[in-house]
Every structure is written in structure tokens, then in C-alpha cells.
Nanobody, 121 residues
Framework: QVQLVESGGGLVQAGGSLRLSCAASGSMFSRYAMGWYRQAPENEREPVATITTGGDTNYSDSVKGRFTISRDNAKKTVYLHMNSLKPEDTAVYYC???????????????WGQGTQVTVSS
């Protein structure tokens, strides 16, 4: 089993930056594709960014060019660098590990508890 702990969330003004971190337990981190999702109170949880075991990345259109996902296998940590933040980025951000195909879409086996990001206008 994998435990994921997010940190780095908080309150920031529009145009500002934050870096989220997700620390993972276990010995299989380097074999897991990792992702970041977010969920606002009235919205469905949505994908933000993914990174494969080989370091290939993908971003949702809403964050492309502003967010960067990266990983440090030695530290068993995945990061989400968020720049030029907008009020619409306000959400709980979740770290996820071990991507798989569930028959409908890609999903993840392990999830963190989430960290709140609030962007004021």
C-alpha cells in the first residue's frame, strides 16, 4: 500500500505562485505514473497534470503553460509548480499514484488527503 501526503497549499493572490509537494511511502514510487487532480466544491474532480515513469508530462488545457509537474524519485516526491494563478484555480488539490485504465478512463489506485489552494482576485 502507498501513502501520499500533500503539502504546500494555501492562500495566494491572483498572479502569484505556489509549489505543491506530494511525498510517497513505499518502494515502488519510480514504477508509478503520478498525477495531480483538483476539485472545487461544486465541481467534479478533474485532472490537472500527469507524469509517467519516464518523465513524460501532460496537462489540462486550463493549466497548460502555467503549471509544471515534476518528480524526484530519490525523494519519492512529485511536485506541482503553479504560476500565474487565477481564481478559477481555487480547489482542493489531490496527489495520485499508480495510474491504470478502469475501462472508462485513466484513474489511480492511491490518493492523498488533498491540500487546499485558494486564489483571491
Amino acid at each position: 500500500q502507498v501513502q501520499l501526503v500533500e503539502s504546500g497549499g494555501g492562500l495566494v493572490q491572483a498572479g502569484g505562485s505556489l509549489r505543491l509537494s506530494c511525498a510517497a511511502s513505499g518502494s515502488m514510487f519510480s514504477r508509478y505514473a503520478m498525477g495531480w487532480y483538483r476539485q472545487a466544491p461544486e465541481n467534479e474532480r478533474e485532472p490537472v497534470a500527469t507524469i509517467t515513469t519516464g518523465g513524460d508530462t501532460n496537462y489540462s488545457d486550463s493549466v497548460k503553460g502555467r503549471f509544471t509537474i515534476s518528480r524526484d524519485n530519490a525523494k519519492k516526491t512529485v511536485y506541482l509548480h503553479m504560476n500565474s494563478l487565477k481564481p478559477e484555480d481555487t480547489a482542493v488539490y489531490y496527489c495520485a499514484a499508480d495510474r491504470y485504465w478502469n475501462g472508462y478512463s485513466y484513474w489511480y489506485r492511491y490518493w492523498g488527503q488533498g491540500t487546499q489552494v485558494t486564489v483571491s482576485s
